[in-house]
């Protein structure tokens, strides 16, 4: 039988973990962990290995023990039974960028912002900033719902399960209470929190204090929304394909021996790090490495995503984008990204890259001059064809 206390240390692991590599990186010293770590050969690559266990409508964290497989959950999900979330994106792309920027960048966005000496007064808040638990999903949200929120820990905190029940065949329940977290707790029950309750924003319920009630805001001016749920806390193995294929399918990834990486270019991984100075969350980059195999990292999923097997181009033809999304080796000409201006083709579609050798952005000023060019040709079509007309009518009355 599994005991609350063992379950807790492997909880924490994670956090410890994180909060290493953070300082590993900070203090300019060599990483704790190899990119080429070994992983278990029990684990298959590009395959989603979930966190065991449930919280329940009454609040109780359930662990079935014939539900853990190695210990994960035994409902793995490999990564080809999944799309990427934005329609036009595959690991070929000389650079990918997983969520889109407000006008004022990265810097811009409400998780990269430092905590405030309120916010940092709540330990548990702090850590969670400090490990980059908090990046991952403010930066998830930020990718899978095009949402700008810093996300509200505190909220996640008093959704903590009230009891810890572990479940085996043929055995009474273990059934431990678990008291409500405080700002000092040291128990981390996040990932299950976010999959049965997800996720809110700080303007809504502030990262200062745990609220008495997370039915509404604490802030007036708070918008009340839930994000990520139904998401849970994931691991994956495999090599740089396997991570490109984890950031356009689910979103951020924190990899070990990188940090957490936000997308890619020709050469680098974009990460992003915790600036010791301002506290702030600031984007970097790692080489990739070319000899990385067996990588491993962790990221945010859906447990219950689609699971459809990915149609496969030649299904698609004839048919229009929103009969047949867009997908990895299309060959319709509106699936495939243009590279210049009406290259392959005047219907290719603008890269969903912010960075490269061709942007979105110049993409859609070059779509937007051939539009007006080609209005610019119609004009003058029917010009000419309205002087053909008008010109004989005339002459009737010369």
Aim: overall charge negative; some cysteine; proline content about 5%.
């Amino acid at each position: 039988m599994l005991s609350q206390m063992a379950f807790n240390k492997l909880l924490v692991v994670f956090l410890l973990i994180s909060i290493s590599l953070c300082q590993a990186h900070k203090l300019g010293i060599n990483k704790p962990f190899s990119r080429t770590r070994n992983a278990p050969e029990l684990y298959e690559n590009e395959v989603l290995y979930f966190a065991e266990g449930t919280i329940n409508d009454y609040g109780e964290l359930i662990i079935d023990v014939a539900d853990i497989v190695d210990g994960f959950d035994k409902d793995a999900v490999p990564f080809s039974q999944r799309n990427p979330y934005r329609a036009g994106t595959a690991i070929t792309n000389d650079s990918f960028f997983a969520v889109t920027l407000p006008s004022g960048g990265f810097d811009a966005l409400k998780t990269s912002q430092a905590l405030s000496q309120d916010e940092e007064k709540c330990n548990f808040v702090a850590a969670t900033q400090y490990s980059y638990v908090y990046a991952l999903l403010g930066y998830t949200i930020k990718a899978r719902y095009d949402v700008d929120i810093a996300p509200s820990i505190t909220y996640i905190m008093k959704n903590f399960p009230t009891k810890f029940i572990s479940r085996q065949e043929g055995e009474q329940d273990d059934v431990s209470v678990i008291q409500q977290a405080t700002c000092d707790d040291i128990s981390n029950y996040i990932a299950y929190v976010v999959h049965k309750y997800g996720v809110v924003g700080s303007d809504c319920i502030p990262n200062t204090e745990v609220p008495e009630s997370t039915t509404n805001c604490t802030l007036p001016e708070g918008k009340y929304e839930k994000y990520l749920v139904g998401y849970k806390y994931a691991n994956f193995f495999g090599n740089n394909d396997a991570v490109k294929q984890a950031l356009i399918k689910f979103g951020p990834a924190f990899v070990y021996g990188y940090g957490l990486i936000i997308g890619w270019d020709p050469e680098n991984w974009i990460t992003v790090y915790r600036s010791h100075d301002t506290g702030r969350y600031i984007l970097d980059s790692e080489d990739i490495d070319s000899d990385a195999t067996d990588i491993q990292g962790y990221l945010y999923a859906q447990v219950d995503g689609d699971d459809t097997p990915v149609i496969p181009p030649e299904d698609c033809s004839g048919k229009t984008e929103a009969e047949c999304a867009c997908i990895e080796g299309d060959e319709r000409t509106f699936c495939i990204t243009c590279t210049a201006k009406n290259v392959p083709s005047s219907d290719c579609k603008c890269p969903a890259d912010i960075s490269g050798t061709y942007t979105k952005a110049q993409c859609e000023e070059d779509k937007a001059s051939t539009e007006k060019e080609a209005t610019g040709s119609v004009r003058v079509t029917l010009s000419v064809i309205a002087t053909a007309a008008v010109l004989p009518a005339l002459a009737l009355f010369i």
